[in-house]
């Protein structure tokens, strides 16, 4: 049974503070995915990684930034957390070759306060 | 950049009806995918899709890909309480990025 596993389901964080959501997956997937999901704005796309080491920005990386030391682990963190990063953050998981499916794992809500 | 528009937004229906959730896109898409989220938790793939055409059944839910690879449908047959939830319909591109669709909010009604 494939697994992505999120650190935390909920979390609370003051403004100013430094959070980091960690992100396993068990399937030996290549690609390695970070979202938000907000009510009316649908999931975005923060971050993707390819390959150990390697990142490419999505559509609203700033304010983020991530880490993959590890092919299995994909780190999002958020420098200074601000009041408009409360969310749910979502991290995704796919292999690098076949029918593209990308499994999600069950999601950190955030609030930031 | 939202590729793919999901219709309708929300749908309200009772038990027992039949319904179809529509998922389209000027872009032509690699595969695509079928969500259902409930409140809280992370969307859980349903069906992947890859081939023009294709049409794949999980028990009530039938799932087409369109013959151009840019729409998809899902279609419930006699919709029941636990079918409620968020539907996402998300696209693959050829360079193994996704695109998720707004959503459909499905509420079935005892």
């Known amino acids: 049974d494939v697994k992505v596993t999120q650190s935390s389901r909920y979390l609370v964080k003051r403004t100013g503070e430094k959070v980091f959501l960690e992100c396993v997956q068990d399937m030996d997937h290549e690609n390695m995915f970070w979202y938000r999901q907000d009510p009316g704005l649908g999931l975005r796309l923060i971050y993707f990684s390819y390959d150990v080491k390697m990142k490419e920005k999505g559509d609203i990386p700033e304010g983020y930034s991530v880490s993959r030391e590890k092919k299995e682990r994909f780190s999002l963190i958020l420098e200074s957390a601000s009041t408009n990063q409360t969310s749910m953050y979502l991290c995704?998981?796919?292999?690098?070759w076949g029918a593209g499916e990308q499994y999600v794992g069950p999601g950190t809500r955030l609030t930031v306060t | 950049t939202q590729l793919l528009e999901q219709s309708p937004q929300f749908l309200s229906i009772q038990e027992g009806e039949n319904l179809t959730v529509y998922c389209n896109s000027s872009?032509?898409?690699?595969?695509l995918q079928w969500y259902r989220q409930e409140p809280g938790e992370g969307p859980v793939l349903l069906v992947t899709?890859?081939?023009?055409?294709e049409v794949k059944k999980l028990k009530r839910l039938t799932f087409q890909f369109g013959d151009a690879r840019k729409d998809s449908s899902l279609h419930i047959t006699a919709a029941q309480p636990g079918d409620t939830g968020l539907y996402l319909c998300a696209g693959a591109n050829t360079g193994n990025q996704f695109y998720f669709g707004t959503g459909t909010s499905l509420t079935v009604i005892p």
């Open positions: 872009s032509v898409f690699s595969s």
């Open positions: 995704a998981s796919s292999a690098w």
């Open positions: 899709v890859v081939t023009g055409g």
